[in-house]
């Protein structure tokens, strides 16, 4: 038995025969305790009442977008808010479509769109349907967007035929469910630091030097590890990125601004480098605009290096220190050297001379060295920087646990 006291879980309940299992998912979550508000779309009306899901469940139920008394008692967002999880099961072929398109037409979607919590899919529907190109593109599309999939299983169907689309047993979703929300609670003990985005160094007051990096990776990187339970720290360059309010952002400028946050947020746990930050800074900043004149001439010096200073802390070295390296070449050379040279657990690597990732894009593929692993290094192939600071966080949580 898990004692899942305090947990709220959102159920969405499409229209499908599997919707029958869903009733015995939500009897399995609240004899655990977790607190359940469900919402049925038009057809899973169809297939299970409103009072027998509320019997069950003992929480609200709803199924209707405009309807004034839900929305003065709760509205969609704060519905939205309110969930540490949101299930939707049974996924039918209509709401995965509906999903990846970013529909908002009932409750379900636009709760759904609304949210910044972890989103399960528990698909069930006719093996040719989950078989379908466009049903296997939609799973494609929302995967990226971070949605998780329990299931399908393979097996004898309620329409007569047998393959992949089988519901997964309620068991199953269960065990899946309530270990990640394990996990967020246990994480939310463990402190977690980011550093991502560019720094500006001043000329002047008016002009500075910077670098292209747009801090998409590290921003995702932190959000990742927000969904996970972990207690983030992001301390951002200048971007014009946005985030959850409830990560806490410390935006600064200059690298040395970085250096002084940084260390006001030690001790932490995990510490993940992802920022540019300028190797350089300018040795004297001028106070006033400087003039035009036939040649100027700027003299730089170099900035700390934060990583360096944090890795080779004698008393508050963070459990896993995890430096980037950004390359044109030699990446495994220059990559290799960095994790010796600047005492990290791993450099996360990438080819920022390849048009299609790294800086800018929304695209990454990165390559990761190890310390003490006996894969030395592990390639996660071209894919969304959302996608790739997913498969970042799964081994940042492995390691840590
Ligand atoms: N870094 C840092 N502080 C600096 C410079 C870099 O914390 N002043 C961190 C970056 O956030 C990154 C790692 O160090 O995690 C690698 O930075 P990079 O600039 O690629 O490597 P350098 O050691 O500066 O080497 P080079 O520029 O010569 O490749």
């Keep these: 038995m898990k004692d899942l006291i305090n947990k709220k879980i959102l159920f969405i309940i499409c229209g499908g025969v599997a919707a029958y299992k869903s009733l015995e998912t939500i009897r399995l979550f609240k004899k655990n305790n977790a607190e359940i508000k469900t919402i049925l779309t038009k057809s899973a009306k169809e297939f299970v009442t409103p009072l027998s899901v509320t019997s069950l469940s003992q929480g609200k139920v709803y199924d209707d977008l405009f309807n004034v008394e839900n929305e003065m008692e709760m509205d969609h967002i704060a519905l939205s808010r309110w969930a540490d999880v949101i299930i939707i099961a049974p996924a039918t072929a209509n709401t995965i479509s509906k999903l990846s398109q970013g529909s908002s037409e009932d409750l379900a979607s636009t709760v759904v769109l609304a949210s910044n919590k972890q989103v399960f899919l528990v698909p069930a529907m006719n093996v040719r349907m989950w078989e379908h190109k466009s049903t296997k593109d939609n799973i494609q599309k929302l995967s990226t967007y971070g949605y998780k999939l329990i299931g399908p299983t393979i097996g004898n169907m309620a329409c007569g035929e047998f393959g992949e689309?089988?519901?997964?047993?309620?068991?199953?979703?269960?065990?899946?469910?309530?270990?990640?929300?394990?996990?967020?609670?246990?994480?939310?003990?463990?402190?977690?630091?980011?550093?991502?985005?560019?720094?500006?160094?001043?000329?002047?007051?008016?002009?500075?030097?910077?670098?292209?990096?747009?801090?998409?990776?590290?921003?995702?990187?932190?959000?990742?590890?927000?969904?996970?339970?972990?207690?983030?720290?992001?301390?951002?360059?200048?971007?014009?990125?946005?985030?959850?309010?409830?990560?806490?952002?410390?935006?600064?400028?200059?690298?040395?601004?970085?250096?002084?946050?940084?260390?006001?947020?030690?001790?932490?746990?995990?510490?993940?480098?992802?920022?540019?930050?300028a190797d350089f800074k300018i040795d004297q900043k001028s106070q006033n605009k400087i003039k035009k004149q036939e040649n100027f001439t700027i003299n730089l010096e170099k900035n700390i290096d934060i990583l360096n200073f944090v890795s080779n802390h004698n008393s508050m070295r963070p459990r896993l220190v995890i430096g980037f390296a950004a390359e044109t070449e030699n990446l495994d050379e220059n990559a290799t050297s960095k994790l010796s040279k600047k005492n990290c657990d791993w450099i996360i690597a990438n080819?920022?001379?390849?048009?299609?990732?790294?800086?800018?894009?929304?695209?990454?593929?990165?390559?990761?060295?190890?310390?003490?692993?006996?894969?030395?290094?592990?390639?996660?192939?071209?894919?969304?920087?959302?996608?790739?600071?997913?498969?970042?966080?799964?081994?940042?949580v492995a390691q840590i646990n």
Excluded: C, W
Aim: charged share 30%.
């Design 351 to 396: 080819d920022v001379s390849k048009k299609d990732s790294g800086f800018n894009s929304d695209y990454n593929e990165v390559t990761i060295f190890y310390k003490n692993s006996q894969n030395k290094k592990e390639t996660l192939s071209l894919k969304k920087k959302s996608e790739i600071s997913e498969e970042i966080v799964d081994r940042i």
């Design 165 to 277: 689309g089988k519901m997964s047993d309620p068991s199953e979703i269960f065990d899946e469910i309530s270990n990640y929300l394990s996990n967020q609670v246990k994480n939310k003990r463990i402190k977690a630091l980011v550093t991502a985005g560019p720094t500006n160094e001043y000329i002047d007051p008016v002009r500075f030097i910077t670098n292209k990096s747009s801090g998409k990776q590290g921003y995702e990187i932190a959000k990742s590890l927000l969904k996970r339970g972990f207690d983030t720290t992001l301390i951002s360059g200048p971007t014009n990125l946005h985030i959850d309010e409830s990560i806490n952002l410390i935006k600064v400028e200059t690298a040395e601004e970085m250096f002084k946050e940084t260390q006001k947020n030690l001790p932490t746990d995990i510490a993940i480098f992802s920022a540019a930050v």
